[in-house]
């Protein structure tokens, strides 16, 4: 008999591999995202996060193993589809259409077309910059603006899951806080993350779980706390200490 969705992790990898052209990127990787909460995928830099992150979008298709979410089988579906079954994505180069407004923008993200007021009201209270630069065009933010707009377009409508490619990457100290809130509050809904993060006061103040990843494996799953505690695991997996990213 099959699972109840409710019952398990909202997202299950099973022996992932990818291969891009001749590369062999991910050896059967394995991971589960509990339902609600924040899940910090971690690694050097090469690992396989960003592909891990678009093989489950279906933008590179694994070539063996089984995606799951919310107890469906969506191996081999395509992007369309996984979006439409509950899942935003928001990649590392920040989706943006530069020559539309930021209202424009949001609107495209939003399926239906249209914002509801309420949710679009709490949009701006987490990026009260989208509202000053509402009718200007998107290509004239700021690079962290631009990271809020990006992120604001995946929160649009609610989601079951929020997959998100490195969102403090370049931004200043200031930004990156304003980001931690951000998913702080996040967390208090009812979507999932799967967060990938090089900031490491990022991802020990909003992770809940952690997978580490190292040459196309998941080499450790536990507690995030427990990692940003034990500064020894931390420079055995990823060759360096959260203290010093404080």
Same mark, same amino acid.
């Given at each position: 008999? /099959?699972?109840?969705?409710?019952?398990?992790?909202?997202? /299950?990898?099973?022996?992932?591999?990818? %291969?891009?052209?001749?590369? %062999?990127?991910?050896?059967?990787?394995?991971?589960?995202?509990?339902?609600?909460?924040?899940?910090?995928?971690?690694?050097?830099?090469?690992?396989?996060?960003?592909? *891990?992150?678009?093989?489950?979008?279906?933008?590179?298709?694994?070539?063996?193993?089984?995606?799951?979410?919310?107890?469906?089988?969506?191996?081999? %579906?395509?992007?369309?589809?996984?979006?439409?079954?509950?899942?935003?994505?928001?990649?590392?180069?920040?989706?943006?259409?530069?020559?539309? *407004?930021?209202?424009?923008?949001?609107?495209?993200?939003? /399926?239906?077309?249209?914002?509801?007021?309420? /949710?679009?009201?709490?949009?701006?209270?987490?990026?009260?910059?989208?509202?000053?630069?509402?009718?200007?065009?998107?290509?004239?933010?700021?690079?962290?603006?631009?990271?809020?707009?990006?992120?604001?377009?995946?929160?649009?409508?609610?989601?079951?899951?929020?997959?998100?490619?490195?969102?403090?990457?370049?931004?200043?100290?200031?930004?990156?806080?304003?980001?931690?809130?951000?998913?702080?509050?996040?967390?208090? *809904?009812?979507?999932?993350?799967?967060?990938?993060?090089?900031?490491?006061?990022?991802?020990?103040?909003?992770?809940? *779980?952690?997978?580490?990843?190292?040459?196309?494996?998941?080499? %450790?799953?536990?507690?995030?706390?427990?990692?940003?505690?034990?500064?020894?695991?931390?420079?055995?997996?990823?060759?360096?200490?959260?203290?010093?990213?404080?």
């Amino acid at each position: 008999m /099959r699972e109840s969705p409710t019952a398990g992790p909202i997202l /299950r990898l099973r022996d992932v591999q990818t %291969h891009i052209g001749p590369y %062999h990127i991910l050896h059967g990787v394995s991971i589960d995202v509990p339902r609600g909460g924040v899940t910090m995928l971690l690694g050097r830099n090469g690992a396989g996060k960003t592909t *891990t992150l678009r093989t489950i979008m279906g933008l590179w298709r694994a070539s063996a193993g089984a995606v799951e979410f919310d107890g469906a089988d969506i191996t081999g %579906h395509g992007t369309p589809a996984i979006a439409q079954a509950g899942i935003a994505y928001v990649p590392e180069n920040m989706s943006v259409f530069s020559d539309l *407004t930021v209202a424009e923008n949001m609107r495209l993200a939003a /399926r239906s077309g249209a914002i509801d007021a309420r /949710r679009l009201d709490w949009v701006f209270r987490m990026f009260p910059a989208l509202k000053t630069f509402w009718h200007q065009r998107a290509g004239v933010l700021s690079g962290g603006q631009k990271q809020m707009l990006s992120v604001a377009r995946a929160i649009v409508e609610p989601r079951k899951l929020l997959i998100v490619d490195e969102p403090t990457k370049g931004l200043a100290p200031a930004i990156i806080q304003n980001m931690i809130a951000v998913f702080r509050e996040l967390k208090q *809904t009812e979507v999932s993350i799967l967060l990938v993060e090089q900031n490491f006061h990022m991802a020990k103040s909003v992770g809940d *779980t952690v997978a580490v990843m190292d040459d196309g494996r998941i080499v %450790h799953a536990g507690d995030m706390a427990a990692l940003a505690w034990d500064e020894a695991l931390q420079q055995r997996l990823l060759g360096l200490s959260l203290a010093a990213h404080q």
